[in-house]
């Protein structure tokens, strides 16, 4: 007997971008499964892995390209107190590697760990190509309060995939966003916002932007104008932090010397607007 299939399901963009970036990164659909084409190396991430820390995490995600999420992510890790920073870049792109007073070698699961005073930092040892080579990480080797992850991926890229990252990433409570005082920078920030709301991950009230450069009223008229209506609503709502510029660390990077009490501060702003329940003592004046 011959049966008639219904209508077919008309397939969304968004499915089609995810199908595309699956293929991309060797992965197929195998009886409603997702598999991956060969096998992962120990320690690498896969579709139906999800990371389940026992302490808070607090996502970062940097806009575009050297917006400085890393040296952020950093100093909010140093000004909530005992924490850890999670860099979740390829080896060659690290911002960590010359970040730790202390270094503690490989954790054998391919990751690097400093220290930094009380802040661990852990960084990739391997190549990743994408969020889904991003290897799950291991547990602290000393009690902290907080992780901080920092999110390397590109945005878009990353919620279209499927990894324990992209996972993370939709199931964080709140997001700090960090882009540069630019007219690029600014549109990379409204454009992370526009992704955030049309994935139904994040509105106003989840999000905090840090952007990097002078003070918000010696912004040049053109940068100011370039503000998007997501940006210009986290600025009303006090949800818009300015960063500072340091001459010497932008010109040095990221290294082991002390970061200056003005990205501090900042970073402890920060700190306050997303982890409220953080209390006011236990934060840098």
Not at 36 to 51: I, K, N
Not at 75 to 100: F, H, M, P, Y
Not at 163 to 189: D, K
Not at 219 to 235: D, F, H, K, V, Y
């Amino acid at each position: 007997m011959t049966t008639t299939a219904g209508p077919r399901r008309a397939v969304s963009t968004d499915e089609l971008k995810r199908a595309w970036l699956a293929v991309q990164a060797g992965q197929f659909r195998s009886g409603g499964h997702l598999r991956r084409a060969t096998s992962p190396t120990p320690g690498t991430s896969t579709s139906d892995v999800v990371w389940e820390p026992s302490e808070p995490v607090l996502t970062v995600i940097g806009c575009h390209g050297c917006a400085g999420a890393t040296t952020l992510a950093v100093a909010i890790a140093t000004a909530s107190g005992a924490a850890r920073v999670i860099e979740c870049a390829t080896a060659t792109a690290s911002g960590l590697a010359a970040a730790a007073t202390a270094e503690l070698g490989h954790t054998g699961n391919s990751w690097s760990q400093g220290r930094r005073d009380r802040v661990l930092l852990e960084r990739i040892t391997a190549d990743v190509t994408g969020s889904v080579d991003v290897p799950l990480p291991a547990a602290p080797t000393q009690p902290v309060g907080l992780s901080v992850l920092d999110v390397s991926c590109e945005l878009g890229q990353l919620l279209a995939g499927s990894s324990w990252l992209a996972e993370q990433v939709r199931r964080a409570p709140t997001v700090i966003a960090v882009t540069s005082a630019t007219v690029p920078g600014l549109r990379r920030l409204e454009g992370a916002l526009a992704l955030l709301d049309d994935h139904d991950l994040a509105d106003v009230a989840d999000v905090v932007a840090g952007v990097v450069g002078p003070r918000r009223a010696r912004w040049p008229r053109g940068i100011a104008a370039s503000e998007g209506p997501r940006t210009r609503e986290l600025e009303r709502c006090g949800r818009l932090v300015e960063i500072p510029t340091d001459t010497g660390l932008a010109a040095r990077g990221l290294d082991s010397q002390p970061l200056p009490p003005a990205l501090l501060r900042a970073a402890a702003t920060l700190l306050r607007l997303a982890r409220p329940d953080i209390h006011e003592k236990d934060l840098p004046s």
